[in-house]
């Protein structure tokens, strides 16, 4: 079936340090969004990329996607606790218009 | 944007009853969609829903099992049948804009 993977399932840092988390499919993806889940909250969208090779800031946060267009990251620079969360992508592959969404990366930053 | 709204917030129910969440919208869109969030557990969508035609279901999931409305452009339901254990979940409705995606705040539902 569909399936979008995501690597790491779980990240622990300190405040102030680097995160990424990766994400990857087996098909190419017409394009990716990125959400962020607050313990106890619902999904919220940070971005959608579409393009080959794109690459999106958005304050301490760098997104990109592959020049295939199968694979993303999110990097977080300078971990903050307020970024603590769950981090999924989700992606459409081919001509689908199903969100297929990765298992998502639990951070949790140490003051 | 979109601010969507699910009734009710959760729910704890005995095994065999159904429940049915309720999701608005306020503002009109053409395709609502329901997803299924198991504890610790990524997001797997359940069916979509358009106005004014039956929804489409994925695979594992049936209408029989999980009937859904949708009257018009900002309201669906989602019925849970015939409840078990392992239908325990977060339950989120969610609508695509062209800019972006917003989901609910969700019904957690426990079945006992």
């Known amino acids: 079936g569909q399936q979008v993977m995501q690597i790491p399932q779980y990240q622990h840092v300190q405040e102030g340090e680097d995160f990424t988390t990766y994400c990857n499919s087996s098909t190419t993806l017409s394009n990716i969004q990125w959400y962020k889940q607050r313990p106890g909250g619902h999904p919220v969208f940070l971005i959608q990329l579409v393009k080959s090779g794109e690459v999106k800031k958005q304050k301490r946060l760098t997104f990109q996607f592959g020049e295939a267009k199968k694979n993303s990251s999110l990097h977080i620079t300078a971990t903050q606790t307020t970024d603590v969360g769950t981090y999924f992508c989700?992606?459409?592959?081919?001509?689908?218009?199903?969100?297929?969404f990765g298992k998502g990366t639990k951070l949790t930053v140490n003051p | 944007s979109a601010v969507i709204s699910q009734k009710p917030s959760r729910d704890i129910c005995q095994r065999g009853t159904s429940l049915t969440i309720q999701c608005q919208v306020d503002?009109?869109?053409?395709?609502m969609f329901w997803y299924r969030q198991q504890p610790g557990q990524s997001l797997t969508l359940i069916a979509t829903a358009n106005q004014g035609s039956e929804a489409t279901y994925e695979s594992g999931f049936v209408i029989d099992k999980f009937p859904i409305s949708r009257p018009n452009l900002t309201f669906s339901t989602l019925t849970v049948s015939n409840m078990s254990p392992e239908d325990s979940s977060i339950y989120l409705c969610?609508?695509?804009?062209?800019?972006?995606?917003?989901f609910g705040p969700g019904t957690r539902l426990t079945v006992t």
């Open positions: 989700a992606g459409k592959q081919g001509g689908s218009e199903k969100l297929v």
């Open positions: 503002s009109q869109v053409t395709m």
């Open positions: 969610s609508v695509e804009t062209p800019l972006e995606q917003y």
